[in-house]
């Protein structure tokens, strides 16, 4: 069965430090992988997805399938930086089909 | 382009009632998907919509039905209320929830079971 980890709920991190949010993922298929963000009193919104292969807000994540992961990093951690973290993973649930398998996701704490 | 509208945002329901959430997509986009938030459990997918057709369904009990309109507005409805549902329930959407795409979220209905 697909699985998303996230193996911390919490990471605190300074001002400046670099920050890695881990994800390792089990799925049979090809995986299409995301983070979502959650900031304070704001929506769930897409952070980044592997396919664009794009970098958001400084953020990079490669999906590394020997490993079966898609880590999230940035280089240098801002304050702003402060929020719900989630891996997604999308599975294929039969034919043209796909649901959004989500991780539990990593409160992230930047600190000044 | 107005964004995906839950409504209501709050409620409080006793156990044993049933309540009905509702949620409009971004206009253009034919797929609904609903998930409850926890904090102990994170994100949970509870079923997504297509054309009025239910392509998705996850693993909660049948007390969790919900249903699609042709303008793609859906409703979830959940049956005899148990403590443990009360929760953040999050619909999104997007424009046919295909394998890459990517999900606006609305902002949640969040619900009391006392």
């Known amino acids: 069965a697909q699985r998303v980890t996230q193996p911390e709920k919490l990471l605190s991190v300074f001002k400046g430090a670099p920050v890695e949010l881990k994800c390792n993922y089990s799925y049979s298929g090809s995986p299409e992988l995301f983070w979502y963000v959650q900031y304070s009193r704001q929506r769930l919104q897409l952070l980044l997805r592997h396919i664009s292969r794009e970098s958001i807000k400084g953020f990079t994540a490669d999906l590394n399938k020997g490993e079966t992961s898609f880590h999230l990093k940035k280089p240098f951690a801002q304050e702003e930086d402060s929020a719900m973290y989630y891996c997604?993973?999308?599975?294929?649930?039969?034919?043209?089909?796909?649901?959004?398998?989500f991780g539990k996701g990593t409160l992230l704490t930047v600190n000044p | 382009k107005a964004g995906v509208t839950q409504t209501p945002r709050y409620l409080i329901k006793t156990r044993g009632q049933q309540v009905t959430l509702s949620c409009s997509p971004i206009s253009g986009h034919r797929s609904v998907s609903w998930y409850q938030q926890t904090p102990g459990q994170g994100l949970q997918f509870l079923f997504e919509y297509f054309s009025e057709t239910q392509r998705n369904k996850g693993n909660f009990p049948g007390r969790f039905s919900g249903r699609q309109f042709s303008n793609s507005r859906s409703e979830m409805n959940v049956s005899t209320l148990e403590l443990g549902d009360s929760a953040l329930y999050l619909c999104a959407s997007s424009f046919s929830g295909g394998a890459g795409e990517k999900l606006f979220f609305g902002s949640g209905t969040q619900l009391s079971v006392l």
């Open positions: 997604a993973l999308s599975v294929n649930s039969g034919g043209s089909n796909y649901k959004l398998t």
